[in-house]
């Protein structure tokens, strides 16, 4: 009844193992104690008392002494355990409380230890998580907080190495081989389509023919000027003109009016 049984609570089969498991230090039981001593007292002084009253202190004595007992187990069933994959706390002597949180939600733990604690050797530790649970907030009197307070920084960067789990304390990237990156594939060339050299054997324009002997390098230039009035009077109708002397400085370059 008074024992937490905190095993059971473990899961055996994914490996979760203790890594510490926290008992209240002896100081959260010095008022439940004093209590006890004053519920004890207070008994006592049946003897003290008129025979008529008696029933008074034995009553209130012993109920003094019952809720001293009470908050001493109380104290001895509150237990706050670290294992490989999380910390939970278990309390409660009658009805039972468990409030569990995982490493991976554990942002900040921050250890306070008052002055009478530091003479004794204790301390309260402050959850900082992304929800905070009802039932970690606060762990209070914790025997030798530095040195737990580091077993918890260690636990929750081993289980960020090696996987929330840390089964059987063995390393899963131990051995494992390295997985190289993939190599680039080369870019296929693009095709270049090369066309193929003009054939000199097809005229692409028509070439003025120019006679040879000639002596004026401009008869190729009056004969098209020749054909191009030819072809303007036979389009109006008239008589093809004589043909004149033809003066490169004076073409015109007037437009042309055709019939409509």
Do not use: C
Not at 26 to 41: D, N, Q
Not at 144 to 169: E, N
Not at 178 to 193: G, L
Not at 220 to 232: F, I, P, Y
Request: aromatic fraction near 8%; proline fraction near 8%; charged fraction near 20%.
């Amino acid at each position: 009844m008074f024992d937490p049984r905190i095993e059971k609570h473990l899961i055996s089969d994914q490996g979760e193992h203790i890594v510490d498991e926290v008992r209240k230090h002896w100081a959260a039981t010095v008022s439940a104690v004093l209590e006890l001593f004053g519920g004890i007292v207070v008994v006592l002084l049946t003897f003290f008392v008129p025979p008529q009253a008696w029933w008074v202190p034995a009553l209130l004595g012993a109920a003094v002494t019952v809720h001293a007992i009470w908050r001493i187990f109380e104290q001895h069933t509150d237990r706050f355990v670290i294992t490989n994959m999380r910390v939970f706390r278990v309390h409660g002597i009658l009805s039972q409380r468990i409030a569990t949180m995982p490493l991976a939600r554990i942002l900040d733990i921050s250890v306070y230890k008052p002055l009478v604690g530091r003479i004794f050797g204790y301390g309260h530790f402050v959850f900082e998580s992304a929800a905070q649970e009802q039932g970690l907030r606060e762990i209070r009197y914790v025997g030798d907080p530095d040195r737990r307070g580091l077993t918890i920084q260690r636990v929750i960067q081993q289980a960020g190495l090696r996987g929330a789990a840390g089964r059987s304390g063995v390393d899963p990237f131990a051995g494992a081989p390295f997985a190289h990156p993939p190599q680039p594939q080369p870019e296929a060339a693009a095709s270049v389509t090369v066309a193929p050299a003009a054939d000199d054997r097809h005229a692409t324009a028509p070439v003025p023919d120019v006679r040879r002997g000639s002596t004026s390098g401009w008869d190729w230039l009056a004969d098209a000027q020749r054909r191009e009035d030819e072809r303007l009077a036979q389009l109006r109708g008239e008589a093809a003109p004589s043909p004149a002397p033809f003066d490169p400085d004076r073409t015109n370059t007037a437009p042309i009016e055709l019939p409509r």
